[in-house]
């Protein structure tokens, strides 16, 4: 592994799911590769705040990139679950109609779907729509059926990812923003805001919401990333709205609407709005919008209440064109631009990852397969699966396995501290790593035994401690 | 796994779970008390403050004391218990229910009681429970977190804080931050009248000139990183006035907006549940709808103090030794809120016994009267001088005043606030 100001292979700026399915994909090859981010963690972009649905390859037309992407993408996610072991689930998606039009928007869905290749869609009467989920709104009149839709858990996802890619040898550089480039020879020399610099013969531009930022700091090409804001709110585990399928409204022209989804962790995620907004950075939520989710939630699960209501959160999608932006630039080169990515990025990621490496490789680069690339990375035992039995069994070898410190999700001292020495110090790392602090209590009862083991692991004082690195300290004095 | 069987297993170890251990062992029975911190006293440990023990000790005590004397009380008694154990599961479907609980000193502990009490407390309502839109920074935080990080572990968490809810934690804290060179800016209340007890508005924000705003709602949290402020937004005939928004700038936001019963391991055990407290529905005995299952304190309700938990948790435990002697009330009635009551625990009266009610009101009136109603026939009344939704009533009601009640085929009582 290289250090310092070496010179790598490639260089991945942007370790969202596109960079960290990239930054994977290419450890497969003998290549010294690097994954910078800008935050204190990876995934704590874009990535870390989406509806976390693997798309059923229905809503858009093949003849746009993002559709074929996202049909392969929605088929590599099995594979990539047994190897990576990351939440997710294949609990199938229902769209449901509620006035006589939308049942027309349904058969169009339905046609596009066909045309698609999407395997097993189907066209529902009321019966059939509320025997596959009995908690829809009596008045539904039919929909859509797709049973290969699912859902991930997009952070863990990119945790999975980042732990098999630095298992095979990526270099991963956070709190690294790439303020300044240059290009001598075949090299790109990256100059973070910090100083510190990486050297690299090729450079991956998947910054996200900043990939516009990033093209220019390279002289690329020019274009404008927009942000369209997503509000949710977050059901406590025990809400009867729960459904067993993801619910999708009938898509409007400018989104796939407000949905409700069972989290493969078992909570309820209703939303997302969609909100174009000039500042990258405003992730707040309002009450207006929050209002209008409850009452579309509502329209489609009557069961929908506010009182399961544990919290709120808004993500940003990076919307640029219609179509995703994937190629080699033509402006400058050996940088691969890929911007734009929007909904289906998610779904589509793993096939960004294969396309990316394409594109790289006919742009010269050589990819010489690792004998020893292991695509595999360890599972970790969750408390929270586990009966009382095997949970005696693992608390036999260490004791912190049976040391609850966030009894809401059921997460074990033992689980915290893996997360600390897998590199997540924030505790929103670890709450994204572990699902600590993310249950109905929202972090009253643990976060302080969070702060105390992050620092009796890492040796970082009281004043060090951030809830997501930069300025967002938890403590203002000590005693 | 080790295993281990008692007459009866306290799930808890504070002010109500050690009452109600007690009474278990004095009546000659084994009991275990299982609390997940490493010491006994539950949330009494960071409640520094003194106002406990007027009723239970003749006193006026801190937490951490209250919390001594009650443990005082059961040393050198035959009741096992196990700190830092966390009961993860609960099996209550037969007659011997089964308890696995999670310790870092034992591993898993399989526990086996013909009773079970439950004693779990309650958690803080948070910043998503209340919906408070607005940006995500650090600097958010429950007075209850706040209050552990600077009482227990000697680390604040701000400089310049909004207190947004007037419960009694929220107060108390007011003046905490304060003793340790924090600014507290205002404490902020949605509802015309405070939540939290007058003591405490008049001995937390007042001596120390906190300001504090009725009828004002949190709109917003302003901040990219950190707290930077909130936005304030007073409400008028019950409507929002944006036109009369203003932001307090501030580093922190402690939350005080109200108590939960903790009764997911309930739930899961087929516990059910009153919406109005989001305690158990308990009979005259305390006991749950699951046999052999009984609550106090404030999983069951949240009480105003824990004087009364502790009294609640004794006549708990005591009703827990009879039951396990085969004692049951042969004839009960149901209770009913009548108007202008919020809630009434426990949820059905003994016609035979005495019985302690604790209700709610859900109005702020001077000179009220209490009703007590059997099948609309008013049976009792009281003079109230003041009462107030955030001040606990209590009611008695022994044989005399029910004796009306028996001999009707489906009698209920009904308690109502005019």
Same mark, same amino acid.
């Given at each position: 592994?290289k250090?310092?100001s070496?010179?790598?292979d490639?260089c991945?700026?942007?370790?969202?799911?596109?960079g960290?399915?990239?930054a994977r994909?290419?450890?497969?090859?003998?290549?010294?590769?690097?994954?910078v981010?800008?935050?204190?963690?990876?995934?704590?972009g874009?990535?870390k705040?989406?509806?976390?649905?693997?798309?059923?390859?229905?809503?858009?037309?093949?003849?746009?990139?993002?559709?074929?992407?996202?049909?392969?993408?929605?088929?590599?996610f099995?594979?990539?679950?047994?190897?990576?072991d990351?939440?997710?689930?294949?609990?199938g998606i229902?769209v449901?109609?509620?006035?006589?039009?939308?049942?027309?928007?349904?058969?169009q869905?339905y046609?596009?779907?066909?045309?698609?290749?999407?395997?097993?869609?189907?066209?529902?009467?009321r019966?059939?729509?509320?025997?596959?989920?009995?908690?829809l709104?009596?008045?539904?009149l039919?929909?859509?059926w797709?049973p290969?839709?699912?859902?991930?858990e997009p952070y863990?996802?990119?945790?999975?990812?980042?732990?098999?890619?630095k298992?095979?040898?990526?270099?991963?550089l956070?709190?690294f923003?790439?303020?300044?480039?240059?290009?001598?020879?075949?090299?790109?020399?990256?100059?973070?805001?910090?100083?510190?610099?990486?050297?690299?013969?090729?450079?991956?531009?998947?910054?996200?919401?900043?990939?516009d930022?990033?093209?220019?700091?390279?002289?690329?090409?020019?274009f404008?990333?927009?942000?369209?804001?997503?509000?949710?709110?977050?059901?406590?585990?025990?809400?009867?709205?729960?459904?067993?399928?993801?619910?999708?409204?009938?898509?409007?022209?400018?989104?796939?609407?407000?949905?409700?989804i069972?989290t493969?962790?078992?909570?309820v995620l209703?939303?997302p709005?969609?909100?174009a907004?000039?500042?990258?950075?405003?992730l707040?939520?309002?009450?207006?919008?929050?209002e209008?989710?409850l009452?579309?939630?509502?329209?489609?699960?009557?069961?929908?209440?506010?009182?399961?209501?544990?919290?709120?959160?808004?993500?940003?999608?990076?919307?640029l064109?219609e179509?995703?932006?994937?190629?080699?630039?033509?402006?400058?080169?050996?940088?691969v631009?890929v911007?734009?990515?929007?909904?289906?990025?998610?779904?589509?990621?793993?096939?960004?990852?294969?396309?990316?490496?394409?594109?790289?490789k006919?742009?010269?680069?050589?990819?010489?397969?690792?004998?020893?690339?292991?695509?595999?990375?360890?599972?970790?035992?969750?408390?929270?699966?586990?009966s009382?039995?095997?949970v005696?069994?693992?608390?036999?070898?260490?004791?912190?396995?049976?040391?609850?410190?966030?009894?809401?999700?059921?997460?074990?001292?033992?689980?915290?501290?893996a997360?600390?020495?897998?590199?997540?110090?924030?505790?929103?790392?670890?709450?994204?790593?572990?699902?600590a602090?993310?249950?109905?209590?929202?972090?009253?009862?643990?976060?302080?035994?969070?702060?105390?083991?992050?620092?009796?692991e890492?040796?970082?004082?009281?004043?060090?401690i951030t809830?997501?690195g930069?300025?967002?300290?938890?403590?203002?004095?000590?005693? | 796994?080790?295993?281990?069987?008692f007459d009866?297993?306290?799930?808890g170890?504070?002010?109500?779970?050690?009452a109600?251990?007690r009474?278990?062992?004095?009546?000659?029975?084994?009991?275990?008390?299982?609390?997940?911190?490493?010491?006994?006293?539950g /949330?009494l440990?960071?409640?520094?403050?003194n106002?406990?023990?007027?009723?239970?000790?003749?006193?006026?005590?801190?937490?951490?004391?209250?919390?001594?004397?009650?443990?005082?009380? /059961?040393?050198?008694?035959?009741?096992?218990?196990?700190?830092?154990?966390?009961?993860?599961e609960?099996?209550?479907?037969?007659?011997?229910?089964?308890?696995?609980c999670?310790?870092?000193?034992?591993?898993?502990?399989r526990l086996?009681?013909?009773?079970?009490v439950?004693?779990?407390?309650?958690?803080?309502?948070?910043?998503?429970?209340?919906?408070?839109p607005?940006?995500?920074?650090?600097?958010?935080?429950?007075?209850g977190?706040?209050q552990?990080?600077v009482?227990?572990?000697?680390?604040?968490?701000?400089?310049?804080?909004v207190?947004?809810?007037?419960?009694?934690?929220?107060?108390?804290?007011?003046?905490?931050?304060?003793?340790?060179?924090?600014?507290?800016?205002?404490?902020?209340?949605?509802?015309?009248?405070?939540?939290?007890?007058?003591?405490n508005?008049?001995?937390?924000?007042?001596?120390?000139?906190?300001?504090?705003?009725?009828?004002?709602?949190?709109?917003?949290?302003?901040?990219?990183?950190?707290?930077?402020?909130?936005?304030?937004?007073?409400?008028e005939?019950g409507?929002?006035?944006?036109?009369?928004?203003?932001?307090?700038?501030?580093?922190?936001?402690?939350?005080?907006v109200?108590?939960v019963?903790?009764?997911e391991?309930?739930k899961?055990?087929g516990?059910?549940?009153?919406?109005?407290?989001?305690g158990?529905?308990?009979?005259?005995?305390?006991?749950?709808?699951v046999?052999?299952?009984?609550?106090?304190?404030n999983?069951?309700?949240?009480?105003?103090?824990?004087?009364?938990v502790a009294?609640?948790?004794?006549?708990?435990?005591?009703n827990?030794a009879r039951?396990?002697?085969?004692?049951?009330?042969?004839?009960?009635?149901?209770?009913k809120?009548?108007?202008?009551?919020?809630?009434?625990?426990p949820?059905?009266?003994?016609l035979?016994?005495?019985n302690?009610?604790?209700?709610?009101?859900?109005?702020v009136?001077?000179?009220a009267?209490?009703?007590?109603?059997?099948n609309?026939?008013?049976?009792?009344?009281?003079?109230?001088?003041h009462?107030?939704?955030?001040?606990?009533?209590t009611?008695e009601?022994?044989?005399?005043?029910?004796?009306?009640?028996?001999?009707?085929?489906?009698p209920?009582?009904?308690?109502?606030?005019?």
């Amino acid at each position: 592994m290289k250090q310092g100001s070496a010179r790598y292979d490639v260089c991945i700026i942007g370790a969202g799911v596109c960079g960290a399915n990239i930054a994977r994909r290419l450890s497969a090859y003998e290549l010294d590769v690097v994954l910078v981010d800008k935050e204190a963690d990876v995934s704590f972009g874009v990535s870390k705040a989406n509806s976390g649905i693997v798309h059923g390859g229905f809503h858009h037309n093949k003849k746009y990139l993002k559709a074929r992407l996202e049909i392969q993408g929605a088929m590599m996610f099995d594979r990539l679950r047994q190897e990576l072991d990351f939440p997710f689930k294949r609990c199938g998606i229902v769209v449901a109609a509620l006035h006589e039009d939308e049942m027309r928007a349904i058969e169009q869905l339905y046609m596009q779907g066909v045309d698609n290749g999407v395997i097993g869609i189907e066209m529902c009467s009321r019966e059939r729509i509320l025997e596959l989920e009995p908690k829809l709104n009596p008045d539904v009149l039919g929909g859509l059926w797709v049973p290969g839709g699912g859902i991930v858990e997009p952070y863990r996802f990119v945790f999975s990812l980042v732990e098999s890619a630095k298992k095979n040898g990526v270099q991963i550089l956070t709190d690294f923003k790439a303020a300044a480039a240059a290009r001598a020879g075949d090299e790109w020399t990256v100059r973070a805001e910090d100083g510190r610099v990486v050297k690299a013969r090729y450079v991956v531009n998947a910054a996200g919401l900043y990939a516009d930022e990033v093209s220019a700091v390279f002289g690329a090409e020019e274009f404008k990333i927009k942000p369209r804001k997503g509000e949710y709110y977050l059901l406590d585990r025990l809400t009867k709205a729960r459904p067993d399928r993801v619910v999708f409204p009938v898509p409007t022209s400018v989104s796939k609407g407000m949905l409700v989804i069972p989290t493969v962790e078992g909570t309820v995620l209703i939303g997302p709005t969609a909100e174009a907004v000039g500042d990258k950075a405003d992730l707040a939520t309002t009450r207006d919008q929050l209002e209008k989710i409850l009452s579309s939630a509502r329209t489609m699960i009557p069961a929908v209440s506010e009182y399961d209501v544990i919290t709120s959160f808004a993500g940003l999608r990076p919307t640029l064109e219609e179509d995703f932006y994937i190629e080699m630039s033509k402006a400058v080169p050996d940088l691969v631009q890929v911007a734009g990515i929007q909904s289906p990025g998610l779904t589509a990621s793993p096939a960004i990852g294969e396309y990316v490496k394409d594109l790289l490789k006919k742009a010269g680069l050589k990819l010489r397969e690792k004998p020893d690339y292991d695509p595999f990375v360890g599972k970790r035992p969750h408390v929270k699966d586990l009966s009382p039995y095997e949970v005696d069994e693992l608390a036999a070898a260490d004791p912190a396995y049976a040391n609850m410190v966030c009894r809401c999700e059921k997460v074990s001292e033992a689980e915290i501290v893996a997360a600390v020495r897998a590199g997540h110090t924030t505790l929103d790392g670890i709450k994204y790593f572990t699902r600590a602090q993310m249950g109905r209590c929202q972090g009253g009862f643990c976060t302080y035994k969070i702060v105390k083991i992050i620092m009796r692991e890492t040796g970082l004082s009281w004043d060090q401690i951030t809830k997501n690195g930069g300025d967002s300290r938890i403590l203002k004095d000590a005693l | 796994m080790k295993e281990l069987n008692f007459d009866a297993a306290v799930i808890g170890g504070g002010a109500a779970g050690m009452a109600a251990a007690r009474e278990l062992d004095a009546a000659g029975f084994s009991v275990v008390i299982i609390e997940r911190e490493e010491r006994l006293g539950g /949330i009494l440990g960071q409640c520094i403050h003194n106002g406990f023990g007027l009723i239970e000790f003749n006193e006026e005590l801190t937490g951490p004391e209250f919390a001594e004397r009650m443990q005082e009380r /059961i040393e050198g008694t035959g009741i096992r218990t196990f700190t830092g154990a966390t009961v993860m599961e609960m099996d209550a479907r037969a007659e011997i229910k089964t308890l696995y609980c999670y310790s870092a000193s034992l591993g898993v502990l399989r526990l086996n009681a013909r009773a079970v009490v439950l004693a779990m407390g309650c958690r803080e309502r948070n910043r998503g429970n209340i919906r408070i839109p607005g940006d995500r920074p650090a600097g958010v935080y429950t007075a209850g977190l706040a209050q552990r990080l600077v009482n227990i572990e000697g680390l604040v968490p701000g400089k310049n804080a909004v207190i947004i809810g007037s419960g009694d934690i929220g107060l108390i804290m007011a003046r905490r931050m304060s003793w340790v060179g924090c600014k507290v800016h205002a404490v902020v209340e949605i509802l015309p009248y405070p939540s939290g007890l007058t003591r405490n508005i008049v001995q937390c924000l007042n001596d120390f000139g906190i300001p504090l705003y009725l009828s004002h709602l949190t709109t917003r949290i302003i901040g990219r990183e950190r707290v930077e402020g909130v936005e304030i937004t007073p409400i008028e005939n019950g409507a929002l006035m944006h036109e009369k928004a203003f932001v307090i700038p501030c580093d922190t936001v402690l939350l005080s907006v109200g108590l939960v019963p903790e009764n997911e391991l309930s739930k899961g055990a087929g516990v059910e549940l009153n919406p109005m407290t989001g305690g158990p529905m308990v009979d005259s005995m305390l006991m749950t709808n699951v046999p052999g299952v009984f609550a106090c304190g404030n999983v069951l309700h949240v009480h105003d103090l824990v004087d009364y938990v502790a009294e609640e948790a004794r006549r708990a435990g005591a009703n827990v030794a009879r039951w396990l002697k085969g004692a049951k009330p042969a004839r009960e009635a149901r209770l009913k809120s009548g108007p202008n009551v919020r809630y009434l625990a426990p949820s059905r009266v003994d016609l035979d016994g005495d019985n302690k009610l604790y209700l709610r009101t859900l109005i702020v009136k001077n000179g009220a009267s209490l009703e007590v109603k059997v099948n609309n026939r008013v049976v009792k009344t009281r003079k109230l001088a003041h009462i107030q939704p955030s001040e606990m009533i209590t009611v008695e009601l022994g044989p005399k005043d029910l004796e009306s009640a028996a001999g009707l085929p489906d009698p209920t009582v009904e308690v109502a606030i005019v």
